[in-house]
């Protein structure tokens, strides 16, 4: 652990910079219905989904 964190005690180097990632998992999500819009030009939407799975995106 100790040698990844002397990376980040290097100077800046354009030509070899330092790149971070994330890797927590994302939750994929659907949505179950689509808004509508009524008679009064109000647009409507419902906030429900469908959960689909997860993912660990690099």
Do not use: C
């Not at 990844?4 to 927590?24: C, F, G, I, T």
């Not at 009064?40 to 689909?52: K, L, T, W």
Request: charged share 20%; hydrophobic share 30%.
């Amino acid at each position: 652990m100790e040698s990844v964190l002397d990376v980040y005690q290097r100077p800046y180097n354009p030509a070899n910079p330092v790149v971070n990632l994330d890797e927590s998992p994302k939750q994929l999500i659907a949505q179950t219905t689509q808004g509508f819009t009524d008679d009064q030009g109000i647009v409507h939407q419902d906030y429900e989904y469908e959960r689909n799975r997860y993912v660990y995106a690099h």
